[in-house]
């Protein structure tokens, strides 16, 4: 009866999956890493895992305190969980910020996360020094751990314990361990936060974007300064405060994730302040855009 009904199925152009099967087909790939705790993380990021394999013939996974240590290249990077393999395959594999220039330059990194993106510029030649702010103390706590990992190649002069906006104050932040790339001002706005049942709230600590850029590029007049800016919300305001200020001026590129807004906002300061720039939407709640300015000789006398 049982080959009469996979026949007839057959027929019509379907097929029958036996998904323990299929699961256990999927995870053989997985089995050369010999991971005995967390597998169902590293099964769920199978698909990053793979596209870092098929670019990295070097990489390797161990586990380590509570989740992997990821290596390739001559990096060794701490993940915990699904989001962060995905976070490695949208610097390393889509090089979401892969930017080139033949000036020595300063990168301030908003919203460091883990500090993925920081040690990825830290392996270019024209980057010398790097910024970092993380305003969530156990993901701040991480980024540290990965420097200090890399530390032979990383470039962080600081990292901070602080977001930026407007002004001084305190916010709460919604806070998943399994999610603290989508942690910001967005709050349940965010899609990873609508339903989550497992968040905690952290208290965060808000400064003055002007006056903490300010005193980054007053160091530094002889070098071209980047900006990369994912803050999960955070970025219109801290724009708004930089575009107010005129401190925008004194940035040459901005690489920056919007959320939630759309976009025309961002577009009409940059447009407003000089700046060329592109823009990607990868859905309707976000995007990038990548801007870019050639006169900043005439514009360093600003403000």
């Known amino acids: 009866m049982r080959n009469l009904l996979y026949t007839v199925i ?5 097929r029958i999956i036996n998904k323990k099967n299929e699961n256990t087909r999927l995870k053989l790939p997985l089995r050369k890493y010999q991971i005995k705790e967390n597998f169902n993380i590293l099964f769920q990021s199978k698909y990053y895992i793979q596209n870092l394999e098929d670019k990295f013939k070097n990489l390797t996974i161990v586990n380590h305190k509570e989740g992997f240590l990821v290596g390739f290249l001559d990096l060794n990077i701490y993940v915990e969980s699904e989001e962060e393999f995905h976070i490695l395959n949208e610097i390393f594999v889509r090089n979401d910020y892969d930017f080139i220039t033949d000036s020595k330059s300063i990168l301030i990194d908003i919203g460091a996360n883990i500090g993925i993106t920081s040690l990825f510029f830290s392996r270019l030649d024209f980057v010398d020094k790097i910024y970092a702010f993380e305003p969530v103390k156990d993901t701040f706590e991480q980024a540290q751990y990965n420097f200090r990992l890399n530390d032979k190649i990383q ?12 002004n001084s104050r305190k916010e709460l932040f919604l806070f998943d361990k399994n999610c603290k790339g989508n942690t910001g001002l967005r709050g349940k706005s965010s899609p990873s936060y609508q339903n989550n049942i497992s968040a905690k709230e952290r208290e965060v600590q808000i ?3 002007t006056f903490e850029i300010g005193s980054i590029i007053s160091e530094h007049s002889n070098r071209k300064v980047i900006v990369k800016m994912d803050c999960e919300g955070g970025e219109y305001e801290i724009l708004e405060d930089l575009y107010q200020s005129g401190m925008i001026n004194k940035i040459d590129v901005l690489l920056l994730e919007w959320h939630d807004k759309g976009s025309k906002i961002i577009e009409d300061m940059l447009i407003n302040s000089g700046f060329d720039y592109f823009s990607r939407h990868y859905d309707a709640l976000t995007g990038m855009i990548y801007a870019f300015k050639n006169n900043k000789s005439e514009n360093k006398n600003l403000s």
């Open 207 to 209: 400064e003055s974007a």
């Open 155 to 166: 470039k962080i002069t600081t990292i901070k314990n602080i977001g930026l906006g407007k």
């Open 10 to 14: 057959n027929n019509f152009g379907y």
